[in-house]
């Protein structure tokens, strides 16, 4: 079975162009997150949808970051304008959605997307 | 809000040997439930276990297993007979939220784990 997708890999801009990170979740599963590791700041959720519906935002760090999952098969994140600190490993991940009570439900987690913004 | 702790930064391992790596958590909530990940040098997150708080057994999964003290707000990694692809950064992670405000986690800060042969 296919695992999270993400594309690209690896990606090297200049500040001030756009940047489009892709990921394809599990199929079957609810729940979509994306992440942004740095040495500095670890593992941060920048966003996450239900149902392809975004439930919180609030790890955005700017309006220059907006996401969309237009169907239940495909998210982006965009950075428009990106900037050097920008750079950083973007994950994406998914899972199931629980029943009732406390549920395993792990996230898996996509192979990233390495951003370098010149 | 809550909060994951991992307390210790790095630490070396002799091969076959066992290893604890700590996790404190902070929440309100009675019901939640832990993880543990791994994160080799190649990058990817690799769910490794999981202990929900009202689990009677702690947690084993092969040679991975979890010292869940509740009252204690602990839930400790234990590797078992080290091997050189233990090496890595592990991640403690909870999701202490209800399920109608969805299944996110909150990530500790890591303990990079080095295997010596």
């Known amino acids: 079975d296919a695992g999270v997708i993400q594309s690209p890999r690896h990606e090297v801009t200049e500040m001030g162009q756009e940047v489009t990170l892709r990921c394809k979740p599990i199929?079957?599963?609810?729940?979509l997150f994306w992440y942004r590791q740095t040495m500095m700041r670890g593992l941060e959720l920048l966003i996450y949808?239900?149902?392809?519906?975004?439930?919180?935002d609030s790890g955005m760090p700017e309006d220059r970051f907006s996401a969309k999952m237009p169907n239940a098969s495909f998210s982006t994140l965009k950075i428009q304008p990106s900037e050097p600190r920008d750079s950083a490993v973007y994950f994406c991940?998914?899972?199931?959605?629980?029943?009732?009570?406390?549920?395993?439900?792990?996230?898996?987690f996509g192979p990233g997307t390495r951003l370098t913004v010149l | 809000a809550q909060k994951i702790t991992q307390t210790q930064p790095g630490m070396f391992v002799q091969e076959k040997e066992a290893v604890t790596l700590d996790c404190t958590y902070d929440t309100s909530d009675p019901s939640y439930g832990l993880f543990w990940y791994k994160q080799p040098s190649s990058g990817e997150m690799i769910f490794l276990i999981y202990q929900g708080s009202y689990d009677q057994q702690n947690a084993t999964e092969g040679r991975y297993s979890l010292n869940f003290q509740k009252a204690r707000k602990s839930a400790n990694l234990v590797i078992s007979a080290s091997q050189l692809g233990d090496s890595a950064m592990y991640f403690c992670?909870?999701?202490?939220?209800?399920?109608?405000?969805?299944?996110?986690?909150?990530f500790g800060g890591g303990t990079r784990v080095l295997v010596k042969p």
């Open positions: 992670a909870m999701r202490d939220l209800p399920k109608a405000a969805g299944n996110k986690l909150t």
């Open positions: 199929s079957g599963h609810d729940y």
């Open positions: 991940a998914s899972s199931l959605a629980g029943s009732t009570g406390v549920y395993r439900n792990e996230q898996f």
């Open positions: 949808f239900n149902n392809n519906v975004p439930i919180d």
